[in-house]
């Protein structure tokens, strides 16, 4: 998923590139909405100024919630189990959240993880992982079950979700509780929490007070002024093919569809990208709770539209464990708008999709 465009006419845009936190991210200023038009100059200079910030919060965030540094302060954490220990309000905010949504997603969406992707090979950070271009063999995981709540065999980690406790104190610091033997990933949503606050830092709080959109490796969240004096900015957003089809990688510049976006956020998620081999097979990092291996799903890849980039990536997330009878089923019943693709490269859309579609 990339940016396509901005408004039909496609106006003057400053664009931020950035790598942080395992992921390519893209902010996009739409300096067109400026109150005054000032010189190139001094959009450039204001540009480089909002880079430094960005990257400084980037580089604080990933101090706190990296999984490859063991001195992040979600590391700590997971050091730290059966005792109370003070977290930032950042750490809080986004468990928090995360625990919310397991109950939202069956259990099959859950911070708890972490022990089965390092069980998979996914110690380090993603780019430094060993890739081929066809798989030696399948991917080590089986099939969904058609119905997830005949399941009887959830995983202890998540049968103890309810054992995390929080806490904030009068002087409003924050306390976590993890039980013994519990370790958290919390990448999933991290950065979807990241791509919200960035843009409502920069069209709500930044001097500019301008709409934008940021881009956090396919978590995208778009950047509302408070009071806008125009009409709404519409983003294009294109959808892009799987980056596999039937086990070999297949990389097509052709999109599937272009979404027309004016507030909210957009999250993919799938099987298809963030692979790597380990042990001689194919693993990947969606990892199903019940049997602690990456799920074999008949949904490859799911993009969900949401008021918020961390819920939109939890439902896309859930859309690949479900597998697509049961995904299509949900979300129709709560009117969500997503698209799906699945294995043979079928594109399935939902009717609260269908008014976002730009083309396809």
Known sequence: MHTNMSNQTTPQLA??????MGCHIQISLNTTRLSAQPSQMRIDQQVAFLTNDIQQRLADWEHIFSRFDDSSELMRLNNRGDQW?????????VLQRAIHFVSKTQGLVTPTLLHPLWDAGYKHSFETLPKMSVP???????????NVQDTTSANHANQQIEGIQLRQLADRQHQVYLPAGMALDLNGYVKGWCAMQLAENISRVHDWHIPCLVDMGGDIAIGVPKNPTDKPVSWGVAVAKPYFANSEHVHNDEDVAILKLSSGAVATSGQDYRRWLHDGRWQHHLIHPHDLRPVTSDVLTATVLAKDAMTAEV???YCVLLGVKAAVAWLNKHHIAALLIDRDNKVMVTSAMRPNLLAS
């Open 15 to 20: 664009t931020i590139k950035l790598f942080a």
């Open 85 to 93: 220990s003070e977290v930032s309000s950042e750490l809080f905010e």
């Open 136 to 146: 030696s063999l399948p991917v080590t995981s089986v099939s969904t079950p058609t």
């Open 315 to 317: 439902y896309a997330k």
